[in-house]
Each structure stands twice: as C-alpha cells, then as structure tokens.
C-alpha cells in the first residue's frame, strides 16, 4: 500500500506559476511509477503527465508539454509538478497517483491516488 498526500495548491493570477507536491508513505521502497491529473469542475479526470521510477523517462499530455514539467527525488519520496504560464482553464483539482512500474503503460491504470489540491487561476 502506498499513501499520497499532494500539497502545494492555492489561487495564482494568469502568468504566474506554482509548483506542487505529491509525497508517498508505505511500500516506498517498491519502484512506482508516478503520475499528475486534474478535474476540472463539470469534467472528467485528465492525464497530465507521468514519470518513471528512475525519473528518466517523461510523458505529457502533448498542448502541456513546455509549460508543466514533472519531477520526483526518491530519496525524499516526492514527485513535483512544476506548472508555469498558468492560464484560467488550468484551473482543477490536482490529484497525484502510484503505480508499480509497467515500462509498457505509464499513462493508465494507476492504483494508488492522493486526496487531491485545488489550483485556482485568475484572470
């Protein structure tokens, strides 16, 4: 079992940026995949982008990539989500999700998932 805890949310105007949070307890000791989604009110749950263990392979959602970055230090059981140019319909619920690594499948069939931040970006 692995637990999530994502931090790092909170209201930003248009432009500016935030980095969040995603910290894991339990069976870390594993090699988990890790992944970013988002919500936005009225809509489903969006990939974002996901990493390997290793943190040497990426994935992003391709109209994300060049503004979102994903990050992760082992050692401190953490994986980051770098978010800049922040744009109004950025504005979701940010969950972080686990699974144990499949070097086949890094965008589906997470198993593990945090509780969730809420990332507001105004006009």
């Known amino acids: 079992q692995v637990q999530l805890v994502e931090s790092g949310g909170g209201l930003v105007q248009a432009g500016g940026s935030l980095r969040l949070s995603c910290t894991a307890s339990?069976?870390?000791?594993?090699?988990?995949?890790m992944a970013w989604f988002r919500q936005a009110p009225g809509k489903e749950r969006d990939f974002i982008g996901s990493i390997s263990w290793s943190g040497d392979k990426t994935f992003y959602k391709n109209y994300l990539k060049g503004r979102f970055t994903i990050s992760r230090d082992n050692a401190k059981n953490t994986m980051y989500l770098q978010m800049n140019s922040l744009k109004p319909e950025d504005t979701a619920v940010y969950y972080c999700?686990?699974?144990?690594?499949?070097?086949?499948?890094?965008?589906?069939?997470?198993?593990?998932w945090g509780q969730g931040t809420q990332v507001t970006v105004s006009s």
């Open positions: 339990g069976r870390t000791f594993s090699r988990y995949a």
């Open positions: 999700a686990a699974k144990l690594e499949n070097e086949k499948d890094y965008l589906t069939n997470y198993d593990y």
